[in-house]
């Protein structure tokens, strides 16, 4: 078994903290997501102000070399967006898009079922596929899915099983785009259609 590196111990620790919007989310009322969803809003447009300056400017640059450098990757030192922000974006899409109950099952599955991945992939490595684990996506979230049904006891277990399974696939399959936006939204539009059948 592998341990973790460093830096994405402090990445997952990050990804699964960020459990708290979907949280938050299930507990207020519905009308209350539009005030969310403006939150995360500000949220991204802050972090794309900071990622802007952090190129640009030596002092931001100092700052996030100093603070996040350790656990950012090779990319998003060169330039990219980091995952932060992508995260972000993947929440606020599915509040806007989806009814709250999939909307919440979406992000939980980026939060959760995205983090779990990664670290049995990293721990059992098995049955590597474009650069990933075939182990670490089922694992991840199956692990997810029992976890959600588990402390969400009110959902359709078929909706469930069914995003969990486009879930994992969006994460297994290679995809230009970044993962922590196409989980939520192409697991959330699966299961919003599942749900119109059951």
């Given at each position: 078994m592998k341990l973790l590196p460093r830096q994405e111990i402090f990445r997952k620790i990050i990804h699964i903290s960020a459990s708290v919007i979907p949280i938050s989310y299930s507990?207020?009322?519905?009308?209350?997501?539009?005030?969310?969803?403006?939150?995360l809003f500000v949220l991204i447009v802050i972090g794309i102000?900071?990622?802007?300056?952090?190129?640009?400017?030596?002092?931001?640059?100092?700052?996030?070399s100093r603070f996040f450098n350790f656990m950012m990757r090779?990319?998003?030192?060169?330039?990219?967006?980091?995952?932060?922000?992508?995260?972000?974006?993947?929440?606020?899409?599915?509040?806007?898009?989806?009814?709250?109950?999939?909307?919440?099952?979406?992000?939980?599955?980026l939060t959760i079922?995205?983090?779990?991945?990664?670290?049995?992939?990293?721990?059992?490595?098995?049955?590597?596929y474009k650069g990933k684990?075939?182990?670490?996506?089922l694992g991840g979230f199956i692990l997810a899915g029992l976890l959600i049904f588990y402390f969400i006891g009110n959902i359709n277990p078929i909706v469930l099983i069914v995003g969990s399974v486009f879930a994992m696939l969006t994460e297994l399959l290679p995809n230009p785009i970044n993962d922590?936006?196409?989980?939520?939204?192409?697991?959330?539009?699966?299961?919003?259609?599942?749900g119109q059948i059951f």
């Open positions: 507990m207020i009322p519905s009308s209350d997501g539009d005030f969310l969803a403006f939150f102000i900071l990622e802007y300056g952090r190129r640009r400017y030596k002092q931001v640059k100092i700052f996030f090779n990319e998003e030192l060169t330039g990219k967006l980091t995952g932060a922000i992508w995260l972000l974006l993947g929440c606020f899409f599915s509040i806007i898009l989806f009814p709250k109950e999939i909307s919440v099952i979406s992000m939980l599955l079922g995205d983090a779990f991945a990664a670290i049995i992939g990293i721990a059992f490595p098995y049955g590597k684990t075939i182990s670490g996506r922590n936006i196409t989980i939520p939204i192409i697991s959330g539009i699966a299961m919003f259609f599942i």
